[in-house]
């Protein structure tokens, strides 16, 4: 059973746009919320995170929009960049020292120049 | 500070061998995670150690098996090889402050032939 599902699978976004990634989560016990970036060939790297209690966090260019009462969250990659082309993954986990990430299926984003 | 490090970066090994990997931790982190990647299962959560003790384990078959030594550094040794084995493995630390915030290394990728 898939406890966060992430969509779109793909996503292609011309240079200056915005680039919007969703996640649903099933498990009401989460209660931390991260956003990883993968280069081929390179580890995940954090980006944001976001625990419940914030409706909205921002980084620089990046945005996470959450939703306690849907079970959803987004990443919002605002004035998006040819350097942003990666693939991105939405995570969840009960927020405490030593427990698992479940993680999304994953959004290769590619950005046209 | 440097990063996650693991060793070797690639592998090659035949069905019914064993492998072992290694990973050395960001200074300081006591919690070391271990994720299987691949293209149809995505990241997917192996176990986690913290003080040399298994804290978290997920849902692999006891072929996988991990250890943590008192200097935070952790192996993980898959026996038996299967061709499903191929993937990447990465290594995540955690620590400090957030304790909940997993850094990823550059990950092993096991060929299984």
């Known amino acids: 059973q898939q406890q966060v599902k992430q969509s779109p699978q793909s996503l292609i976004v011309q240079k200056g746009g915005i680039s919007i990634i969703n996640c649903a989560y099933e498990?009401?016990?989460?209660?931390?919320f991260p956003w990883y970036q993968q280069f081929p060939g390179k580890g995940p790297a954090l980006l944001i995170a976001?625990?419940?209690?914030?409706s909205e966090k921002k980084e620089g260019r990046f945005t996470i929009s959450f939703n306690k009462s849907a079970k959803q969250f987004s990443l919002h990659i605002m004035d998006s960049q040819p350097g942003d082309s990666a693939t991105y993954f939405c995570?969840?986990?009960?927020?405490?020292?030593?427990?698992?990430?479940?993680f999304g299926k994953g959004t290769t984003l590619s950005v046209s120049s | 500070k440097a990063g996650v490090t693991q060793t070797p970066r690639y592998l090659i090994k035949t069905r019914g061998q064993q492998v072992t990997l290694s990973c050395s931790p960001i200074?300081?982190?006591?919690?070391v995670s271990w994720y299987q990647q691949t293209p149809g299962q995505g990241l997917q959560f192996l176990f986690e150690?913290?003080?040399?003790?298994?804290?978290n384990k997920g849902n692999f078959p006891g072929r996988f098996s991990g250890r943590q030594f008192s200097n935070s550094r952790s192996e993980m040794n898959v026996s038996t090889l299967e061709l499903g084995d191929s993937a990447l493995y990465l290594c995540?630390?955690?620590?400090?402050?957030?304790?909940?915030?997993?850094?990823f290394g550059p990950g092993t990728r096991l060929l299984v032939l």
């Open positions: 995540a630390s955690s620590g400090g402050q957030y304790q909940e915030t997993q850094y």
């Open positions: 498990n009401t016990a989460f209660d931390y």
């Open positions: 976001i625990r419940p209690d914030v």
């Open positions: 995570a969840a986990s009960k927020g405490q020292a030593g427990t698992a990430l479940i």
């Open positions: 200074s300081g982190h006591r919690s």
């Open positions: 150690y913290f003080s040399e003790t298994q804290r």
